[in-house]
């Protein structure tokens, strides 16, 4: 079966003080990795795909990189509308029909100023 | 950029009542996804299809069904809402191409009484 699970479940962080979130994968062959942005009451927003171990993504202040069994969401200098709660999701080789995805319950980042 | 409309951003319905959520994608995407959003237990798959008329069941199926008629809508059903279905209702959609990240619309909150 597979699974995502993120750490910390929370993280609360002062303007401009960088740090990096967690998301461990265990999955049978991975197909694509997905980190999404939710704000309170709106739905997740895509920020990137990663595809192999080794890859990177970066936007603004956000850089993700891949490893074979996990994720790093790395943010650089955050500022408080950077607040928001940060979503790892998998797909998996082994899936047969419409792709879908396995979540992890997220990270809560708070950034105060 | 693609677009995801729920049809209701807030729902209060009361128990017994047969409730529709609906949700219409512009992209010309061949996946939509029904998930459920609970505090504590992140987002969880009710139903998805990958073309017209086909449906699949998710992770919990019990007490929804689905209709996808056309390519760009996908409704889901309460047959007989209940108040453990209370809860935020997030629709997605994706191209068919394995990899590709799902869009996510915006949410309904439902609140069964």
């Known amino acids: 079966e597979d699974q995502v699970t993120q750490s910390p479940e929370a993280l609360r962080l002062q303007e401009g003080e960088s740090s990096s979130l967690n998301c461990s994968y265990t999955?049978?062959?991975?197909?694509?990795l997905f980190w999404y942005r939710q704000d309170p009451g709106k739905g997740p927003e895509f920020l990137f795909t990663l595809y192999s171990a080794g890859e990177e993504k970066e936007k603004e202040r956000l850089k993700a990189t891949l490893t074979k069994k996990e994720s790093f969401l790395h943010i650089t200098a955050p500022k408080p509308e950077d607040s928001a709660t940060y979503l790892c999701?998998?797909?998996?080789?082994?899936?047969?029909?419409?792709?879908?995805?396995?979540f992890g319950e997220g990270t809560q980042l708070t950034v105060n100023p | 950029d693609v677009k995801v409309t729920q049809s209701s951003r807030y729902l209060v319905k009361r128990t017994g009542e047969k409730v529709f959520l609906e949700c219409v994608q512009d992209m010309d995407h061949e996946n939509m996804f029904w998930y459920r959003q609970d505090p504590g237990l992140g987002l969880r798959l009710i139903y998805f299809s990958y073309d017209v008329k086909m449906k699949e069941k998710g992770d919990i199926p019990e007490g929804y069904s689905v209709s996808r008629e056309k390519k760009e809508r996908f409704s889901l059903i309460l047959e007989s809402a209940s108040t453990n279905q209370t809860s935020m209702y997030l629709c997605?959609?994706?191209?068919?191409?394995?990899?590709?990240?799902?869009?996510f619309g915006d949410g309904t909150r439902l609140s069964i009484l």
């Open positions: 999701a998998v797909q998996a080789r082994g899936e047969t029909s419409g792709s879908r995805l396995t």
């Open positions: 997605a959609s994706s191209p068919e191409e394995w990899g590709k990240p799902q869009h």
């Open positions: 999955v049978s062959g991975l197909r694509g």
